[in-house]
């Protein structure tokens, strides 16, 4: 299978597909269906069979999947049966909030270091991580091989901050800054604004 | 229009193409093209003149969009014309920083309230907020005819939470714990889990 492939908007439901059979695999149950699947992600069967296809046949005709076996091949797709050392820059709010966030370790990733530029928070701590000098992060970035960031600095910083960031070697950025950032081609960027997802819903709102 | 013509997917690029225009406007810029929106935003310069064009003719061929103008269309559109007020339930590092967070203000939103059930947390403030006690939700859900609530709680206490707030009116929620929520048809749930998109990316990853 080559990344080329398979189209973006199929590999962005994979995580989410992920993230039921593992609920599911914790609550001790070893085999699921494309329906039943379905019914927790809010996708159709069709669609879940059609995009797990893309990748080789698991199900078998009347039984359906496998949990662990399907987990594991996911993982081994999306790469996360590795622990990716991610690192966040900017310890505001929402930067604080993540280096204290426990969801990251079993699901591939795990916090490695913490950036900001502000004197008063350098040497401070944020959940278990002293904040580090962003002046020093491009030295940090090449050391460690570090390829993912999480950009929580203010959206007027934020095109700057990446800018660097990708100098150093990031090859994928997930942006809390509500603004668009332009990266080089090879350079994978995700937003998170929770302003798009409300106004996304108020479409649909009387 | 209706609401039933549009594909979702164009639904959620609005938002993305008016933070940007927004952007634009906030430098004192009047006019744009499809092709310089769409070098801001990622997408295509012919993917935005069809989305945009699904809700009626705005740019003139050769001299663009106005940018005022398609701002106030998009905003009516997605109905953030008015001050929608949503409540946060989940009083842990995330609803903190999304109670302190001033960027929806501006975009067509207002926290009015925020929840937890913790007894040490509620009396207690969080940004400009009182922490109340989400057992008194539905009442207040009612009393204040909110339909939009940010679940910030812990993954095993979603579902529940969720269908508390739907029995009580909510219409959309923008679920942080991650796990997949069942709603009846006429909500709304949209998703913020930042492993789902750190997965994403690392599918390209080497």
Chains 1, 2 share one sequence.
């Not at 310890?91 to 280096?99: C, F, P, R, V, W």
């Not at 701590?125 to 460690?144: N, R, S, Y």
């Amino acid at each position: 299978m080559n990344a080329e492939k398979i189209p973006d908007i199929i590999i962005g439901r994979l995580p989410v597909y992920l993230r039921a059979l593992q609920s599911l695999a914790n609550k001790g149950i070893q085999n699921t269906s494309s329906q039943e699947l379905g019914e927790i992600v809010g996708i159709s069967a069709a669609q879940i069979r059609k995009d797990i296809s893309q990748f080789g046949e698991f199900g078998k005709q009347g039984t359906g999947y496998s949990i662990p076996f399907l987990v594991e091949r996911l993982r081994d797709i999306l790469k996360v049966d590795r622990g990716w050392e991610v690192i966040i820059i900017g310890m505001g709010d929402m930067g604080h909030a993540l280096a204290r966030y426990n969801g990251f370790t079993n699901r591939g990733f795990q916090i490695s270091m913490i950036f900001d530029n502000d004197p008063q928070k350098i040497g401070q701590k944020a959940g278990d991580f002293e904040i580090l000098d962003t002046a020093g992060i491009a030295e940090k970035i090449k050391q460690h091989k570090i390829k993912i960031a999480m950009l929580t600095v203010p959206a007027p910083a934020a095109q700057e901050m990446a800018d660097q960031l990708v100098k150093a070697g990031i090859k994928a950025i997930l942006n809390y800054a509500p603004t668009s950032l332009n990266v080089p081609d090879g350079v994978h960027v995700q937003y998170i604004d929770p302003v798009t997802h409300l106004q996304r819903m108020t479409y649909y709102l009387d």
